[in-house]
């Protein structure tokens, strides 16, 4: 067990924690940074850019706002961002990889502001890409759109898998298992667990003041995935291509509020075909 695991252990108790007007306010500063940043690295996403580059301006950005990156040293993460390219489901490893046209890329970031969490990802196209691909980010953000419209007090964890696994599948793409959103706000990862797959009315029941993340993985092909030899990057196991989009968010006494939509309007970054 690392330190990290030690930590996590005392903060993550398992229970459903809600929150008043001041934890709204620091989730909101928390998430408009990480919205920010990736809307700042919106034009330096095109073909022949090194992805510890994007790391690395992601890292700054983080720094120069006073925040901090949530994942560098997380559980032995070594980067700011992840970023997942093509087959690769999540928690790809910036590093020496260039970024080639027709490439889908997603890029995930977390900042902590106060001690409150901003998790948020979006999918980037490098260059023109082909229709499939603009077809599957398309679905991807469709579903993330479906979850938080279920979104509401009363309503339950299951409703949220449940409309984005049959719009999903009703497009003939599949939803991953292995990976779900989470409670987020001064822990990183803590209780509830929400899956992108489920049932109208099982799991647990959503009230106002609950900050939790949606973020639907969703391929091409089928929903297996496998993690390779560095402990982190998830791929395919059919090698077919998969996308993800990421917001946090909180219960509202009516619905959710959004706390890391894009100032620029940039969370659905457009998409050109070849
Ligand atoms: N940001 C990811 C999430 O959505 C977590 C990444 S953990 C890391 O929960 F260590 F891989 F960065
Ligand atoms: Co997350
Ligand atoms: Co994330």
């Given amino acids: 067990m690392s330190?990290?695991?030690?930590?996590?252990?005392?903060?993550?108790d398992g229970q459903i924690r809600t929150h008043g007007p001041e934890g709204f306010e620091g989730m909101r500063k928390?998430?408009?940074?990480?919205?920010?940043?990736?809307?700042?690295?919106?034009?330096?996403?095109?073909?022949?850019?090194?992805t510890d580059d994007l790391d690395r301006m992601a890292r700054e950005f983080i720094l120069d706002h006073g925040?901090?990156?949530?994942?560098?040293?997380?559980?032995?993460?070594?980067?700011?961002?992840?970023?997942?390219?093509?087959?690769?489901?999540?928690?790809?490893?910036?590093?020496?990889?260039v970024l080639r046209e027709g490439d889908i890329a997603n890029i995930d970031v977390t900042c902590i502001v106060d001690g409150w969490h901003g998790d948020h990802s979006r999918m980037y196209g490098v260059g023109p890409v082909s229709a499939r691909s603009k077809r599957l980010v398309e679905v991807t953000y469709e579903s993330i759109a479906r979850g938080i419209a279920a979104v509401k007090p009363g309503a339950t964890t299951g409703d949220i898998g449940h409309a984005i696994q049959s719009y999903v599948e009703s497009m003939r793409c599949s939803v991953v298992r292995d990976f779900c959103g989470h409670g987020l706000g001064k822990v990183f990862h803590d209780a509830p667990n929400i899956l992108h797959f489920g049932q109208p009315g099982q799991g647990e029941v959503l009230k106002a003041g609950m900050f939790f993340t949606i973020e639907p993985m969703v391929n091409l092909g089928k929903p297996s995935v496998k993690v390779l030899a560095d402990g982190w990057t998830a791929v395919t196991r059919d090698k077919s291509l998969s996308a993800q989009c990421e917001h946090?968010?909180?219960?509202t006494e009516d619905g959710a509020e959004i706390f890391t939509a894009s100032p620029a309007g940039l969370f659905q970054p457009p998409i050109e075909t070849a």
């Avoid at 330190?3 to 993550?12: G, H, I």
């Avoid at 949530?70 to 999540?90: D, E, M, P, Q, W």
């Fill in 30 to 50: 928390a998430g408009r940074l990480a919205a920010e940043c990736l809307d700042m690295l919106t034009p330096h996403v095109v073909p022949g850019v090194v």
């Fill in 3 to 12: 330190t990290t695991d030690v930590l996590e252990a005392e903060y993550r």
């Fill in 248 to 251: 946090s968010i909180g219960v």
């Fill in 67 to 97: 925040a901090l990156p949530a994942c560098l040293f997380y559980r032995g993460y070594s980067k700011t961002v992840c970023i997942s390219v093509n087959h690769v489901v999540c928690h790809g490893i910036p590093g020496e990889r």
